[in-house]
């Protein structure tokens, strides 16, 4: 997919950003699928940025000589109604994109956070975790990272409570925990991270394009509210970087 930067999505002119797309363009998986929803909705976009920019281009052309626009029409386009319905078309479209997209991050979302990086302990195991999370508040930081490291039971009693509970600070409770999932799940944790953070940036396009759309329809005397804001990005704990 050709990395485009903006979108012109009014007569005026106007270049609303587009989100980067820092994935390869034969991308697999979720990545994969938001990549050709993408090029779907800038498909679409792309119209109205011809439209919008042979508008323009002609309205600054004829202010700079100072011409009357009776001598210089504006470009010929296809009536009201028929740009209209053009819009109305698209907008559906659009519209289903987006369904599409929030329906693949939400089983991304859930299957990430679904994910643990120990399973629950049998009833035996418990008064053993408890004991050594009662051993690790009382050693040095430095003890208790030695047998993180070295002992894997040390490590699931440590990680698999709550950081008071172990006497661990909850900023490298976190990042061993991060640690002990990657180490777990590997690539797939890296793909479901890459397909929430591709979903997000897909919702982005989304709303540019959707806003060329509204801006079309309220040309053409069908005013629309203005599409919401993009959802907050999902929250990614673990960046991955193409």
Known sequence: MAPRTGLVTDERGTNTPLPAWPYPKEANGAVGTFANLV?????????????NLLIYN?????????????LNPPPLLPNNDARRAEARRREKMVA????????????????????????????????????MRSLSRAMSPEQRNDLIKSDPDFREAVLSAKPWMSGIPASEH????????????????????????????????????ARAIANELTVV??????????????????????
């Open 39 to 51: 090029r779907g909705l800038l498909d679409h976009g792309s119209h109205y940025e011809r439209q």
């Open 221 to 242: 005397g069908a005013p629309t509210v203005e599409p919401n804001a993009p959802p907050a990005p999902p929250s990614i704990e673990l960046l991955v970087v193409k």
């Open 58 to 70: 002609a309205n600054t052309a004829r202010l700079a000589k100072g011409q009357d626009a009776l």
């Open 96 to 131: 289903d994109s987006k369904a599409k997209i929030v329906g693949e991050v939400a089983k991304l979302l859930g299957e990430r956070d679904s994910l643990r990086a120990f399973d629950p302990p049998s009833s035996e195991r418990q008064p053993l975790l408890a004991e």
């Open 174 to 209: 976190g990042v061993l925990y991060q640690a002990a999932m990657q180490a777990r799940y590997g690539q797939r944790l890296q793909e479901l991270e890459a397909g929430i953070d591709a979903g997000s940036r897909a919702l982005e396009v989304h709303h540019v394009v």
